[in-house]
């Protein structure tokens, strides 16, 4: 049996089929397999058939806004923006716009008249934010020089400490996925920006 599975939890009560959508796959067609753990057992499966199991996954809700560090999430299951890799630690969050909180109306905040940034997405690292603004043509993102200038704010304001601009990362076109065995897996990747922003943050110490 050929059967490829990520790293799972057996937690008692919790069974697999409560969190994969699984199916067989024979001979070009696709069966929906009810029993992950019956269908694993199945002396049938030999090693032509090929069981692909599809994790149904409830990602955190985004956070429409960041309003400051206290009120900013401290992790989340979402996945970097640009580099796709999990965002182990606090999000960073990319940011493309300013605007009274509408959804915190009854907020002390709101009525305080406070502004906050527009969240677009989240990354695993400052680098991951600024590839993202360079590199793909967002709809959200028309001012790429003022929406940098937005994140390095947010940055600097969860960081307490004002850093004007942010490095780019290392090029996702690098990843294994793209270019084969000579590439960086998604985790390399996401540890090589969050290395350049380490490496960034102690070069600005150094001239401070
Ligand atoms: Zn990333």
New binding site residues.
């Given amino acids: 049996m050929n059967c490829d599975e990520n790293h799972i939890l057996f937690i008692p009560g919790i069974r697999l089929s409560d969190y994969l959508t699984s199916f067989k796959v024979v001979g070009g067609l696709t069966e929906p397999i009810d029993n992950i753990e019956e269908a694993a057992s199945d002396s049938d499966c030999s090693s032509e058939d090929l069981i692909k199991t599809v994790a149904n996954v409830k990602y955190d809700p985004l956070p429409e806004y960041f309003i400051s560090m206290e009120t900013w999430i401290q992790k989340t299951n979402l996945k970097?923006?640009?580099?796709?890799?999990e965002?182990l630690g606090m999000p960073w969050p990319l940011v493309t716009g300013m605007e009274p909180p509408k959804s915190h109306i009854d907020r002390p905040e709101h009525k305080k008249g406070i502004m906050a940034y527009k969240v677009r997405g989240l990354?695993?690292?400052p680098p991951?934010m600024i590839n993202y603004i360079d590199q793909f043509a967002d709809l959200h993102i028309r001012d790429k020089a003022n929406v940098k200038r937005m994140c390095a704010q947010t940055v600097s304001i969860l960081c307490g400490q004002t850093y004007k601009s942010i490095p780019s990362?290392e090029n996702r076109m690098r990843l294994d996925c793209f270019i084969g065995s000579s590439g960086m897996t998604v985790a390399d990747?996401?540890a090589a920006?969050k290395k350049i922003w380490k490496q960034y943050i102690e070069t600005i110490k150094c001239f401070q």
């Fill in positions: 970097c923006l640009y580099c796709t890799a965002i990354c695993c690292s991951c990362g990747l996401s920006n």
